[in-house]
C-alpha cells in the first residue's frame, strides 16, 4: 500500500507564496495521476490540481488557475504544489491523492477516482 506524505503547509499572508510536496513512500507513483486537494472548515473536500503520469499534462480548478503550478520529479517520487498569490479563501488542509487506475490517458479530477489519500498539510492564509 503506497503512502502519500504532504509537507510543506503553514502560515503565510495574503499575496505570499508556499510549495507543498507530496512524497511517495515507494516507486509506485511515476504510471498515476497525481492531485491535490483541499478541504476548508465546515466544507466539502474539493479539487485543486491533478498533474498526469507523464507530467505533461495537468489540470486546475478555476478558482486556482493562473496562481497554482502543480509539477512533479517522478526521479523523487514527489509531486508539488506552487501557490503563488494566496488569498485567504485559500486556506485549508490540502491533502494529495494517487489515481487509482495507472497510465490512465486523461487527467481526472474526481473525488472518487483517487486513493491513497496522505494525512494533509494545513494552510493557513492571513489577512
Known amino acids: 500500500q503506497v503512502q502519500l506524505v504532504e509537507s510543506g503547509g503553514g502560515l503565510v499572508q495574503v499575496g505570499g507564496s508556499l510549495r507543498l510536496s507530496c512524497a511517495a513512500s515507494e516507486r509506485t507513483v511515476s504510471g498515476y495521476t497525481i492531485g491535490w486537494f483541499r478541504q476548508a472548515p465546515g466544507k466539502e473536500r474539493e479539487f485543486v490540481a491533478a498533474?498526469?503520469?507523464?507530467?505533461?499534462?495537468?489540470s486546475y480548478a478555476n478558482s486556482v488557475k493562473g496562481r497554482f503550478t502543480i509539477s512533479r520529479d517522478n526521479a523523487k517520487n514527489t509531486v508539488y504544489l506552487q501557490m503563488n498569490s494566496l488569498k485567504a479563501e485559500d486556506t485549508a488542509v490540502y491533502y494529495c491523492?494517487?489515481?487509482?487506475?495507472?497510465?490512465?490517458?486523461?487527467?481526472?479530477?474526481?473525488?472518487?477516482?483517487?486513493?491513497?489519500w496522505g494525512q494533509g498539510t494545513q494552510v493557513t492564509v492571513s489577512s
Open positions: 498533474i498526469r503520469w507523464g507530467g505533461g499534462v495537468t
Open positions: 491523492a494517487r489515481d487509482l487506475t495507472p497510465w490512465r490517458s486523461q487527467v481526472i479530477t474526481t473525488r472518487r477516482d483517487f486513493g491513497s
